[in-house]
């Protein structure tokens, strides 16, 4: 038999994709062909869709393909797949039949540098699909390249698929456009059901900091977006960007420290040894964290901004400035000196970020408490430029 193998993220899938599959499946004669959904790392990145997602979606778009089967391998295991490794198990699973792979062009011209090329090459035939056709004596010339030095089998076909690619189809549907001319109909179905790619959503965000957070927090996180507001519209920042990483900055702070750390071992965010000695900072890493997977939000000036607002950085932001002094200074701070601080925030912000990090390395070298670096070459940084 001849067996193609046809990989990719399909997040989503779509007619490029579905107009690819079947003529790889024609042009090379196929028995059978697998459709393979890659594995992603262990945490979703914002606006993609689940491994059961792209699964469900790959079975739906595929099914009208003859021979087409969706095989869950490469999900199953979880990560990055390298090509050859995928083909090592295909070859075990059919040992005395012929494997085909699908490239596009760029694949293509680019296959002498994969991992184990010429493994890959005594493992199966490669197919590719020239594009657009102006392309075509690029393709034949990499082929031939690929026969001569590794003895491959490689076959260009002409083909005209359409022009579409899985960001158009995101971007679209966070735009609200309609994207039934993009993917196939059982896919855009499967979509508007599950409420996939749906962008960030402030009102839902608020919900769910309500949910998470208990009143005290609640109110501290309003007080912080109206400041941060405030500061953005006298400072020449973007207000809503202020407003939303105001907000959410201490999402995940109802965690206790020893939760903050199973978040991090959990969802992969590294942490080093100052991050384990003071957890109280970690609540800003798990709190991006939290806002880009499971808010969807993807502005990464906002998410620096939620990132940055304990441990402060030495190149900080206007946004991430306006975050971090926001958080000492909101309404609900009532700490002796706290109008003092407003006061130099309204008078510059830089003085009232220094003010307020001296207070802070003041406090810590008084309690014997360790610094976070960042927060040191902040402080460099600050009085360096000053
Ligand atoms: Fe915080
Ligand atoms: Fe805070």
Not at 211 to 216: F, L, P
Not at 275 to 293: C, D, G, M, N, S
């Amino acid at each position: 038999m001849r067996i193609g193998f046809f990989g990719g993220t399909f997040d989503p899938p779509h007619n490029g994709h579905l107009s690819a599959l079947s003529a790889f499946t024609a042009e090379c004669s196929l028995d059978r062909v697998l459709v393979m959904p890659t594995g992603t790392p262990p945490h979703k990145a914002a606006g993609k869709a689940s491994d059961t997602d792209r699964l469900e979606m790959a079975r739906l778009a595929f099914e009208s393909v003859k021979n087409a089967e969706i095989c869950d391998y490469e999900v199953k295991k979880g990560g990055k797949s390298y090509s050859v490794e995928t083909l090592e198990w295909l070859k075990t699973q059919f040992p005395n039949d012929e494997i085909v792979l699908y490239t596009g062009s760029d694949m293509l011209l680019s296959f002498h540098k994969w991992y184990k090329v010429e493994r890959i090459l005594q493992l199966c035939e490669v197919s590719s699909f020239s594009r657009t056709g102006s392309d075509r004596n690029e393709l034949e010339k990499q082929a031939l390249f690929l026969r001569e030095t590794y003895g491959a089998k490689v076959t260009v076909h002409d083909f005209s698929p359409q022009i579409v690619s899985s960001t158009d189809v995101r971007n679209a549907i966070a735009n609200g456009d309609d994207i039934s001319d993009l993917v196939p109909k059982k896919v855009e179905e499967y979509i508007k059901n599950n409420a996939l790619y749906a962008p960030f959503d402030l009102k839902k965000a608020e919900e769910i900091l309500r949910s998470r957070v208990n009143e005290k927090r609640y109110a501290h996180c309003l007080g912080v977006a109206k400041t941060a507001v405030y500061l953005a519209e006298k400072y020449g920042a973007d207000p809503k960007k202020a407003e939303i990483a105001g907000l959410l900055h201490d999402i995940t702070k109802n965690l206790s420290n020893s939760e903050q750390i199973a978040y991090c071992r959990e969802n992969g965010i590294p942490l080093d040894d100052n991050e384990l000695l003071a957890p109280q900072v970690i609540h800003a890493k798990t709190a991006e964290f939290f806002v880009r997977t499971e808010l969807a939000l993807s502005d990464e000036e906002i998410l620096s901004a939620i990132r940055y607002h304990t441990t402060g950085r030495a190149e900080m932001t206007l946004l991430d400035k306006i975050i971090y002094v926001s958080d000492f200074i909101e309404p609900t701070r009532d700490y002796s000196d706290v109008d003092h601080y407003r006061a130099l925030a309204d008078e510059n912000l830089d003085t009232a970020l220094l003010e307020g990090l001296k207070w802070i390395i003041c406090n810590a070298v008084t309690n014997n408490k360790p610094m976070h670096p960042a927060a040191i070459e902040m402080f460099n940084n600050l009085v360096n430029n000053k």
